[in-house]
């Protein structure tokens, strides 16, 4: 006898984010794994220039949004119906933040996105730039 999965159920808070963000990560949600915190990083630039090359001039955001939403089920891994996630995919060019984190200290910084070279590259200069930053601090520490 199999598992059913079941999906999470969308509340009204999920459709006041669609429509009514609040903050930086309600707002460009949409991308993926996105900063919680408002303070300003160069990981919160990443995002704005990934938005700037995802989402079509036409399309509102908040329709990307929905699409995240009704599509994907807010999620980088399931999706609830095919035909809007397909939608969103095309629309938004399978660019997408899958994760970021620090590892083993605490200014190694990795970034794991998909989106044109020049993203990516920016991506890599922001984990060069915060490894950087981070190995001169500890030595001056020292």
Not at 90 to 106: A, F, N, P, S, V
Not at 119 to 138: C, H, M, N, P, V
Request: glycine residues 2%.
């Amino acid at each position: 006898m199999k598992n059913k999965v079941y999906l999470q159920k969308i509340t009204l808070k999920d459709i006041r984010i669609i429509f009514f963000p609040k903050n930086f990560y309600e707002k460009y949600s949409y991308l993926g794994s996105v900063p919680y915190k408002d303070e300003k990083t160069m990981l919160h630039a990443l995002v704005i220039a990934m938005d700037h090359e995802a989402k079509p001039k036409w399309c509102p955001r908040w329709f990307l949004r929905f699409l995240y939403l009704f599509g994907n089920d807010n999620s980088i891994v399931r999706v609830r119906n095919f035909t809007l996630h397909r939608l969103f995919q095309k629309l938004t060019k399978g660019i997408r933040i899958w994760d970021y984190k620090t590892k083993w200290t605490d200014y190694d910084l990795r970034i794991s996105v998909s989106a044109p070279k020049y993203l990516f590259d920016l991506s890599q200069a922001i984990e060069l730039y915060t490894y950087t930053e981070g190995e001169r601090k500890e030595k001056e520490e020292l």
